[in-house]
Protein backbone atom coordinates (compact mmCIF):
# COMPACT_ATOMS: atom_id res chain seq x y z
CA UNK A 1 0.00 0.00 0.00
CA UNK A 2 1.49 3.16 -1.12
CA UNK A 3 2.17 6.17 1.52
CA UNK A 4 -0.83 8.75 1.54
CA UNK A 5 -0.44 12.35 2.54
CA UNK A 6 -3.93 13.57 3.26
CA UNK A 7 -5.12 17.44 2.03
CA UNK A 8 -7.31 19.02 4.37
CA UNK A 9 -8.09 22.40 5.79
CA UNK A 10 -11.00 24.62 5.45
CA UNK A 11 -13.72 24.62 2.87
CA UNK A 12 -13.00 26.97 -0.41
CA UNK A 13 -9.22 27.18 0.46
CA UNK A 14 -7.93 25.72 -2.51
CA UNK A 15 -7.23 22.01 -1.94
CA UNK A 16 -9.12 20.62 -4.41
CA UNK A 17 -7.04 23.38 -7.09
CA UNK A 18 -4.01 22.25 -5.70
CA UNK A 19 -5.00 18.22 -5.61
CA UNK A 20 -6.06 18.84 -10.00
CA UNK A 21 -2.52 20.65 -9.84
CA UNK A 22 -0.50 18.29 -8.28
CA UNK A 23 -1.98 15.21 -10.07
CA UNK A 24 -2.49 16.97 -13.27
CA UNK A 25 -6.11 16.18 -13.31
CA UNK A 26 -9.83 17.49 -13.11
CA UNK A 27 -11.28 14.66 -11.05
CA UNK A 28 -11.93 16.89 -7.62
CA UNK A 29 -14.20 19.40 -8.04
CA UNK A 30 -13.11 23.13 -7.13
CA UNK A 31 -16.36 24.90 -6.62
CA UNK A 32 -16.85 28.26 -4.96
CA UNK A 33 -18.89 26.82 -2.13
CA UNK A 34 -18.38 24.75 0.58
CA UNK A 35 -18.05 20.78 0.32
CA UNK A 36 -17.56 20.80 -3.51
CA UNK A 37 -15.75 17.56 -2.32
CA UNK A 38 -17.45 14.99 -0.58
CA UNK A 39 -15.69 11.73 -1.23
CA UNK A 40 -12.30 11.76 -1.28
CA UNK A 41 -9.89 12.31 -3.98
CA UNK A 42 -6.87 10.11 -4.76
CA UNK A 43 -3.96 10.50 -6.74
CA UNK A 44 -0.20 9.36 -6.96
CA UNK A 45 2.15 11.89 -7.48
CA UNK A 46 5.85 11.92 -8.83
CA UNK A 47 8.64 12.97 -6.35
CA UNK A 48 10.73 15.09 -8.47
CA UNK A 49 14.66 13.33 -8.38
CA UNK A 50 17.08 14.98 -11.14
CA UNK A 51 19.25 12.16 -10.22
CA UNK A 52 16.84 10.04 -12.59
CA UNK A 53 17.69 11.54 -15.76
CA UNK A 54 21.35 11.97 -14.73
CA UNK A 55 21.14 8.17 -14.42
CA UNK A 56 19.26 7.53 -18.25
CA UNK A 57 21.96 9.54 -19.88
CA UNK A 58 25.15 7.30 -18.36
CA UNK A 59 23.06 3.87 -18.78
CA UNK A 60 20.73 4.92 -22.14
CA UNK A 61 18.09 3.69 -20.17
CA UNK A 62 14.70 3.52 -21.93
CA UNK A 63 12.37 4.87 -19.19
CA UNK A 64 12.55 6.90 -16.15
CA UNK A 65 10.13 5.90 -13.17
CA UNK A 66 10.12 8.15 -10.25
CA UNK A 67 9.25 7.47 -6.86
CA UNK A 68 5.84 8.75 -5.74
CA UNK A 69 3.60 9.95 -3.17
CA UNK A 70 -0.04 9.56 -2.68
CA UNK A 71 -2.07 12.23 -2.05
CA UNK A 72 -5.91 12.42 -0.77
CA UNK A 73 -7.91 15.46 -1.58
CA UNK A 74 -9.98 15.57 1.71
CA UNK A 75 -13.66 17.55 2.20
CA UNK A 76 -13.48 20.57 4.28
CA UNK A 77 -13.60 20.73 8.10
CA UNK A 78 -15.68 23.45 9.65
CA UNK A 79 -16.26 24.03 13.63
CA UNK A 80 -17.98 20.99 14.64
CA UNK A 81 -16.77 18.74 12.46
CA UNK A 82 -15.88 16.34 15.79
CA UNK A 83 -19.45 16.01 16.50
CA UNK A 84 -20.76 15.56 12.63
CA UNK A 85 -21.01 19.41 11.56
CA UNK A 86 -20.56 19.32 7.58
CA UNK A 87 -20.17 15.55 7.66
CA UNK A 88 -17.34 15.88 9.51
CA UNK A 89 -17.47 12.48 11.06
CA UNK A 90 -17.39 11.31 7.39
CA UNK A 91 -14.51 13.54 6.37
CA UNK A 92 -12.26 12.32 9.78
CA UNK A 93 -12.24 8.64 9.25
CA UNK A 94 -10.86 9.78 5.60
CA UNK A 95 -8.07 11.54 7.66
CA UNK A 96 -7.76 8.37 9.75
CA UNK A 97 -6.55 6.08 6.47
CA UNK A 98 -3.42 8.22 5.56
CA UNK A 99 0.17 8.73 7.21
CA UNK A 100 0.00 12.55 7.49
CA UNK A 101 -0.97 15.75 6.57
CA UNK A 102 -0.56 18.58 4.91
CA UNK A 103 -3.18 21.65 5.83
CA UNK A 104 -3.58 24.26 3.54
CA UNK A 105 -4.49 27.54 4.59
CA UNK A 106 -5.59 30.00 2.63
CA UNK A 107 -3.70 33.30 2.53
CA UNK A 108 -5.32 35.65 0.00
CA UNK A 109 -8.08 37.88 -0.36
CA UNK A 110 -10.96 37.56 -2.81
CA UNK A 111 -14.17 38.72 -2.64
CA UNK A 112 -15.31 36.07 -5.32
CA UNK A 113 -14.56 33.27 -3.13
CA UNK A 114 -16.64 32.47 -0.15
CA UNK A 115 -15.10 31.97 3.24
CA UNK A 116 -16.73 30.07 5.60
CA UNK A 117 -15.55 32.26 8.31
CA UNK A 118 -16.02 35.99 6.66
CA UNK A 119 -11.90 36.37 5.96
CA UNK A 120 -9.26 34.47 6.03
CA UNK A 121 -7.38 34.49 9.10
CA UNK A 122 -4.39 31.90 9.20
CA UNK A 123 -3.91 31.06 12.72
CA UNK A 124 -7.77 31.10 13.62
CA UNK A 125 -8.09 28.77 10.54
CA UNK A 126 -5.35 26.74 11.76
CA UNK A 127 -6.70 26.38 15.09
CA UNK A 128 -10.38 25.63 14.01
CA UNK A 129 -8.95 22.37 11.81
CA UNK A 130 -6.17 21.50 15.02
CA UNK A 131 -9.39 21.69 17.62
CA UNK A 132 -11.71 19.29 15.41
CA UNK A 133 -8.76 17.20 15.05
CA UNK A 134 -8.00 17.07 18.61
CA UNK A 135 -11.25 17.08 20.03
CA UNK A 136 -11.90 13.84 17.79
CA UNK A 137 -8.93 12.49 18.94
CA UNK A 138 -9.95 12.87 22.68
CA UNK A 139 -13.26 11.60 21.93
CA UNK A 140 -11.45 8.33 20.65
CA UNK A 141 -9.92 8.33 23.75
CA UNK A 142 -12.46 8.63 26.11
CA UNK A 143 -13.87 5.43 24.73
CA UNK A 144 -10.17 3.67 24.86
CA UNK A 145 -9.65 4.21 28.85
CA UNK A 146 -12.24 2.64 30.03
CA UNK A 147 -11.59 -0.62 27.60
CA UNK A 148 -7.66 -0.21 28.89
CA UNK A 149 -8.83 0.25 32.83
CA UNK A 150 -10.64 -3.36 32.27
CA UNK A 151 -8.18 -4.53 30.71
CA UNK A 152 -5.60 -3.90 33.64
CA UNK A 153 -7.36 -5.29 35.93
CA UNK A 154 -6.74 -8.47 34.20
CA UNK A 155 -3.23 -7.56 33.19
CA UNK A 156 -1.46 -4.76 35.44
CA UNK A 157 1.31 -5.03 33.07
CA UNK A 158 -0.66 -3.18 30.93
CA UNK A 159 -0.91 -0.18 33.64
CA UNK A 160 1.74 1.94 32.07
CA UNK A 161 0.13 1.85 28.50
CA UNK A 162 -3.13 3.08 30.56
CA UNK A 163 -1.17 5.92 32.48
CA UNK A 164 0.41 6.94 29.03
CA UNK A 165 -3.17 6.76 27.63
CA UNK A 166 -4.31 9.20 30.40
CA UNK A 167 -1.67 11.66 29.66
CA UNK A 168 -2.16 11.59 25.64
CA UNK A 169 -6.32 12.34 26.63
CA UNK A 170 -5.00 14.91 28.92
CA UNK A 171 -2.54 16.49 26.47
CA UNK A 172 -5.58 16.92 23.85
CA UNK A 173 -7.74 18.41 26.43
CA UNK A 174 -5.23 21.15 26.72
CA UNK A 175 -5.24 21.41 23.13
CA UNK A 176 -1.42 19.75 22.22
CA UNK A 177 -1.78 17.33 19.66
CA UNK A 178 -0.27 13.68 20.04
CA UNK A 179 2.20 13.93 17.62
CA UNK A 180 3.82 16.64 20.04
CA UNK A 181 5.11 13.59 22.09
CA UNK A 182 8.59 11.88 22.21
CA UNK A 183 8.91 9.25 18.99
CA UNK A 184 8.85 5.76 20.42
CA UNK A 185 7.76 6.83 23.94
CA UNK A 186 4.66 4.98 25.68
CA UNK A 187 2.45 8.24 24.87
CA UNK A 188 3.56 7.68 20.70
CA UNK A 189 2.94 4.59 20.76
CA UNK A 190 -0.88 4.23 22.54
CA UNK A 191 -1.51 7.54 20.16
CA UNK A 192 -0.05 5.02 16.79
CA UNK A 193 -2.49 2.21 18.35
CA UNK A 194 -5.30 4.54 18.72
CA UNK A 195 -5.40 5.68 15.25
CA UNK A 196 -4.91 9.29 16.43
CA UNK A 197 -5.29 12.05 13.83
CA UNK A 198 -3.19 13.88 15.66
CA UNK A 199 -0.28 11.44 16.01
CA UNK A 200 0.18 12.09 11.84
CA UNK A 201 3.24 14.14 11.31
CA UNK A 202 1.77 17.45 9.63
CA UNK A 203 2.78 20.29 7.26
CA UNK A 204 1.11 23.86 6.65
CA UNK A 205 0.50 24.52 2.69
CA UNK A 206 0.02 28.82 2.45
CA UNK A 207 -2.37 28.92 -0.90
CA UNK A 208 -1.19 32.38 -2.43
CA UNK A 209 -2.26 34.75 -5.27
CA UNK A 210 -0.21 35.54 -8.00
CA UNK A 211 0.36 38.99 -6.97
CA UNK A 212 1.97 37.69 -3.65
CA UNK A 213 4.85 35.71 -5.56
CA UNK A 214 8.03 36.96 -4.68
CA UNK A 215 6.61 39.24 -1.45
CA UNK A 216 4.10 36.76 0.23
CA UNK A 217 2.55 39.04 3.18
CA UNK A 218 1.42 39.01 6.38
CA UNK A 219 -0.95 36.22 6.29
CA UNK A 220 1.75 33.68 5.52
CA UNK A 221 3.96 35.46 8.00
CA UNK A 222 1.07 34.09 10.61
CA UNK A 223 1.28 30.48 9.53
CA UNK A 224 5.50 30.74 9.06
CA UNK A 225 4.78 31.66 13.00
CA UNK A 226 2.72 28.40 14.26
CA UNK A 227 5.07 26.33 11.36
CA UNK A 228 7.86 27.44 13.31
CA UNK A 229 6.57 27.02 16.45
CA UNK A 230 5.67 23.89 16.23
CA UNK A 231 8.99 23.20 14.26
CA UNK A 232 6.66 22.09 11.14
CA UNK A 233 7.67 22.82 7.80
CA UNK A 234 6.02 25.45 5.66
CA UNK A 235 5.08 25.20 1.46
CA UNK A 236 3.90 28.48 0.43
CA UNK A 237 2.60 28.11 -3.33
CA UNK A 238 0.08 29.60 -5.83
CA UNK A 239 -2.63 26.89 -6.33
CA UNK A 240 -3.86 29.21 -9.38
CA UNK A 241 -0.94 29.33 -10.29
CA UNK A 242 0.44 26.14 -10.24
CA UNK A 243 -3.36 24.83 -11.92
CA UNK A 244 -2.20 27.23 -14.86
CA UNK A 245 1.07 25.42 -15.45
CA UNK A 246 -0.21 22.05 -15.06
CA UNK A 247 -1.99 22.76 -18.04
CA UNK A 248 1.52 23.81 -20.00
CA UNK A 249 4.29 21.81 -21.42
CA UNK A 250 7.46 21.55 -19.75
CA UNK A 251 9.23 24.27 -21.46
CA UNK A 252 5.83 26.71 -21.04
CA UNK A 253 6.11 26.28 -17.83
CA UNK A 254 9.89 26.62 -16.78
CA UNK A 255 9.74 29.81 -19.14
CA UNK A 256 5.97 30.79 -17.10
CA UNK A 257 8.58 30.01 -13.73
CA UNK A 258 10.60 32.20 -15.11
CA UNK A 259 8.85 35.44 -15.74
CA UNK A 260 7.00 34.58 -11.99
CA UNK A 261 11.00 34.39 -10.58
CA UNK A 262 10.46 30.82 -9.38
CA UNK A 263 13.36 28.41 -9.33
CA UNK A 264 11.14 25.37 -8.78
CA UNK A 265 7.33 24.24 -9.25
CA UNK A 266 5.56 25.21 -5.58
CA UNK A 267 4.11 21.46 -6.05
CA UNK A 268 7.02 20.20 -6.36
CA UNK A 269 8.24 21.78 -3.30
CA UNK A 270 5.06 20.24 -1.71
CA UNK A 271 5.84 16.86 -3.01
CA UNK A 272 9.29 16.64 -1.85
CA UNK A 273 8.15 17.93 1.54
CA UNK A 274 5.48 15.30 1.93
CA UNK A 275 7.85 12.57 0.76
CA UNK A 276 10.08 13.49 3.70
CA UNK A 277 7.38 14.11 6.33
CA UNK A 278 6.15 10.10 5.63
CA UNK A 279 10.11 9.44 6.47
CA UNK A 280 11.05 8.23 3.78
CA UNK A 281 13.78 8.03 1.17
CA UNK A 282 15.02 6.78 -2.21
CA UNK A 283 17.69 3.95 -3.44
CA UNK A 284 17.91 3.72 -7.68
CA UNK A 285 18.39 1.34 -9.94
CA UNK A 286 20.09 1.53 -13.34
CA UNK A 287 19.80 -0.49 -16.53
CA UNK A 288 19.15 -0.26 -20.02
CA UNK A 289 15.37 -1.19 -19.93
CA UNK A 290 14.88 1.41 -17.02
CA UNK A 291 15.92 3.41 -14.14
CA UNK A 292 14.07 3.96 -11.47
CA UNK A 293 13.64 5.11 -7.96
CA UNK A 294 12.19 3.03 -5.27
CA UNK A 295 10.47 4.32 -1.72
CA UNK A 296 11.61 3.03 1.74
CA UNK A 297 11.13 4.01 4.91
CA UNK A 298 14.18 5.32 6.45
CA UNK A 299 16.90 2.75 8.18
CA UNK A 300 15.61 -0.04 5.65
CA UNK A 301 17.90 -2.99 5.48
CA UNK A 302 19.04 -4.01 2.67
CA UNK A 303 17.07 -7.01 2.16
CA UNK A 304 13.88 -5.76 2.86
CA UNK A 305 14.83 -2.89 0.42
CA UNK A 306 15.05 -5.72 -2.00
CA UNK A 307 11.88 -6.57 -1.40
CA UNK A 308 10.38 -3.49 -2.87
CA UNK A 309 11.49 -4.83 -6.30
CA UNK A 310 10.73 -8.57 -5.41
CA UNK A 311 9.58 -10.83 -2.84
CA UNK A 312 11.83 -13.57 -4.21
CA UNK A 313 14.72 -11.20 -4.43
CA UNK A 314 14.02 -10.90 -0.59
CA UNK A 315 14.07 -14.31 0.16
CA UNK A 316 17.06 -15.28 -2.06
CA UNK A 317 19.31 -12.20 -0.57
CA UNK A 318 23.20 -13.21 -0.92
CA UNK A 319 24.69 -9.13 -1.20
CA UNK A 320 23.81 -5.57 -2.32
CA UNK A 321 26.29 -4.03 -4.87
CA UNK A 322 26.23 -0.14 -4.23
CA UNK A 323 27.80 2.91 -5.77
CA UNK A 324 26.76 6.24 -4.45
CA UNK A 325 24.96 8.39 -7.02
CA UNK A 326 27.92 11.08 -6.75
CA UNK A 327 30.58 8.05 -7.19
CA UNK A 328 28.48 6.86 -10.42
CA UNK A 329 28.06 10.44 -11.66
CA UNK A 330 31.93 11.32 -11.49
CA UNK A 331 33.22 7.75 -12.92
CA UNK A 332 30.22 7.47 -15.05
CA UNK A 333 30.52 3.34 -16.08
CA UNK A 334 30.43 0.70 -13.73
CA UNK A 335 33.85 -0.44 -15.01
CA UNK A 336 35.67 2.72 -14.07
CA UNK A 337 34.12 2.23 -10.77
CA UNK A 338 34.73 -1.42 -9.92
CA UNK A 339 38.45 -0.17 -11.35
CA UNK A 340 38.23 2.97 -8.39
CA UNK A 341 37.03 0.11 -5.72
CA UNK A 342 34.26 1.92 -5.36
CA UNK A 343 31.72 -0.88 -5.50
CA UNK A 344 30.46 -2.20 -2.56
CA UNK A 345 29.71 -5.67 -1.25
CA UNK A 346 27.34 -4.95 1.55
CA UNK A 347 25.09 -7.77 3.34
CA UNK A 348 21.95 -8.23 5.54
CA UNK A 349 22.50 -6.00 8.11
CA UNK A 350 23.32 -2.88 5.46
CA UNK A 351 21.37 0.19 6.32
CA UNK A 352 20.29 1.98 3.59
CA UNK A 353 21.45 4.77 2.48
CA UNK A 354 19.77 7.67 0.49
CA UNK A 355 20.99 7.47 -3.30
CA UNK A 356 22.44 4.11 -3.36
CA UNK A 357 22.57 3.00 -6.66
CA UNK A 358 21.78 -0.61 -6.23
CA UNK A 359 22.26 -4.16 -7.84
CA UNK A 360 20.99 -6.69 -5.76
CA UNK A 361 22.12 -10.64 -6.21
CA UNK A 362 19.98 -13.38 -5.18
CA UNK A 363 19.43 -16.71 -5.54
CA UNK A 364 16.21 -17.97 -7.46
Not at 18 to 36: E, G, H, K, V
Not at 48 to 61: A, C, H, I, M, T
Not at 111 to 137: F, S
Not at 257 to 278: M, P, Q
Request: charged letters at 25%.
Amino acid sequence: MPFSCGIVGLPNVGKSTIFNALTRSAQALAANYPFATIEPNVGEVAVPDERLRVLQSLVNGQRIVPATVRFVDIAGLVRGASTGQGLGNAFLSHIRETDAIAMVVRCFEDANVTHVEDHPDPKRDIEIVAIELALADLATMQKRIPKLEREVRANPKLRESLEAANRVAAALEEGRPARAFPAGSPEALVAAESFLLTSRPLLYVANIDEAQIGNPGPLVDSVREVADAEKSRLVVLSGKVEAEMAGLSEDEARDFRAELGLDRSGLDELAIAAYDLLGLMTFLTAGEKEVRAWTIPRATKAPEAAGRIHGDIERGFIRAEIVSYEDYVAYRTMDALKAAGLVRSEGRDYVMREGDVVNFRFNV
